[in-house]
Nanobody
Framework: QVQLAESGGGSVQAGGSLRLTCARSRYASTMAWFRQAPGKEREGVAT????????AYTDSAKGRFTISQDNTKNTVSLQMNSLKPEDTAMYYCAASSKLWFGPVGLSAASYEYWGQGTQVTVSS
């Protein structure tokens, strides 16, 4: 069992930045950030392999978001820059005991463990 707790959400104006952090109770092979806006499906934003640090992003996040990890502290972060109103959503941290990469790493079905979420609101 992996327990996850997100922090760092909030409200920001378009063009601003936020940093989300996920604290996990123990090591997991693959970590990811997802988001879900009202009335929409949960979307994979970024994923990272805990061992190698290899990361992948959804197209809308490329060049603006950066996923990183600190395995000594058991944390995974998502630095979000140049935020847009369409980034408004509940953001969730996810963990898997398996290795996932590429498109499958951005699929919610690949993850067994989920945090409670943290709200990000971007105003225009």
């Amino acid at each position: 069992q992996v327990q996850l707790a997100e922090s760092g959400g909030g409200s920001v104006q378009a063009g601003g930045s936020l940093r989300l952090t996920c604290a996990r109770s123990r090591y997991a092979s693959t970590m990811a950030w997802f988001r879900q806006a009202p009335g929409k499906e949960r979307e994979g934003v970024a994923t990272i392999l805990s061992g190698s640090g290899m990361a992948a992003y959804t197209d809308s996040a490329k060049g603006r978001f950066t996923i990183s990890q600190d395995n000594t502290k058991n944390t995974v972060s998502l630095q979000m820059n140049s935020l847009k109103p369409e980034d408004t959503a509940m953001y969730y941290c996810a963990a898997s005991s398996k290795l996932w990469f590429g498109p499958v790493g951005l699929s919610a079905a690949s993850y067994e463990y989920w945090g409670q979420g943290t709200q990000v609101t971007v105003s225009s």
